[in-house]
């Protein structure tokens, strides 16, 4: 069906930055929403980003405002989440999300660790 690749994680010192990647196996434009969550430890799995693909609209976490963008680029079929301004609180595995077909398909997970 359809497959969520992730990539763009690491270990980072705090207020430094990363991207993350998030490549489909279809077309962006046979996606209805795309997403990012993260878990940290001892913590539930929490909303980041989000966005309506086939038209932009997007929703942010209180704590990730300002900090952090979701974007889109068509040809590739992937979705990115840029953090800037990290904090040690932002470290978790990060998890992109898809809406397809009715359908919800999930990435493997990317650790994201913000030192102090």
């Known amino acids: 069906q359809v497959q969520l690749v992730e990539s763009g994680g690491g270990l980072v010192q705090a207020g430094g930055s990363l991207r993350l990647s998030c490549t489909a196996s279809i077309s962006i434009f046979n996606i209805n929403t795309m997403g990012w969550y993260r878990q940290a430890p001892g913590k539930q799995r929490e909303l980041v980003a989000s966005m309506i693909t086939n038209g932009g609209s997007t929703t942010y976490a209180d704590s990730v405002k300002g900090r952090f963008t979701i974007s889109r680029d068509n040809v590739k079929n992937t979705v990115y989440l840029q953090m800037n301004s990290l904090k040690p609180e932002d470290t978790a595995v990060y998890y992109c999300?898809?809406?397809?077909?009715?359908?919800?398909?999930w990435g493997q997970g990317t650790q994201v660790t913000v030192s102090s």
């Open positions: 999300k898809s809406t397809a077909y009715y359908r919800t398909y």
